[in-house]
């Protein structure tokens, strides 16, 4: 690995140049980077590659081509797609840095972009799940009355059978108010969260 060098606000300009150039040309990001590093060998292709993120951060780059711009449904769409078509194959550094040239957007700004996506869609997963075991609990109550209910029919201590009714309703209800707060609490995360990616979004 070459030593680490100091980079000057020349090379910074000439490399964001040579970037932006080969991107619109369809190459990778490690491809370019490997050539820049042909043209100055005091830097190698890890080291170029980088500084060139290093620099994207930086005030001076941060509007020139990548300044905020909010993302759309099909962005979305496809970047899940994508990145599920190809993540067998490819590691998602390269992905991301492929989905940067067809997005037009930051590599890192991507990256973020997608796990924020994927931690919105496990909190949906997770209130789904629990609405459906809401459900399950109405249901499954009333299947549990009608067997007790049976049940009372066949023994002579129908007091003894009703209490222990009463005691299945009184459990069942307990454990759907239980259901019921954790959906609370999941909404309340979900929440949380969307205003914390509004406000990620507007970083990127």
């Known amino acids: 690995m070459a030593n680490v060098r100091i980079w000057s606000e020349e090379i910074d300009e000439e490399l964001i140049n040579f970037m932006d150039e080969g991107k619109k040309q369809g190459m990778q990001i490690s491809f370019l980077a490997e050539q820049f590093s042909s043209k100055y060998p005091i830097y190698d292709k890890e080291q170029v590659r980088t500084h060139y993120y290093q620099i994207l951060k930086t005030q001076k780059f941060k509007n020139k081509d990548y300044g905020f711009k909010p993302w759309t449904i099909e962005e979305d769409e496809y970047l899940m ?46 209130t789904d799940n629990l609405m459906e075991q809401i459900g399950k609990i109405n249901l499954s109550k009333a299947e549990q009355i009608l067997n007790i209910l049976k049940e009372v029919q066949q023994y002579d201590d129908k007091d003894k059978e009703i209490a222990k009714l009463q005691n299945t309703i009184k459990q069942l209800e307990i454990e759907k108010k239980d259901l019921a707060d954790k959906l609370i609490k999941a909404n309340q995360t979900i929440e949380k969260y969307n205003k914390k990616f509004q406000n990620l979004d507007l970083d990127n």
């Open 81 to 126: 797609n994508y990145i599920s078509q190809n993540e067998k194959d490819k590691n998602k550094v390269d992905l991301f840095e492929e989905l940067a040239t067809r997005l037009d957007r930051n590599p890192q700004a991507i990256a973020s972009h997608y796990y924020q996506l994927n931690k919105r869609k496990d909190e949906i997963e997770e």
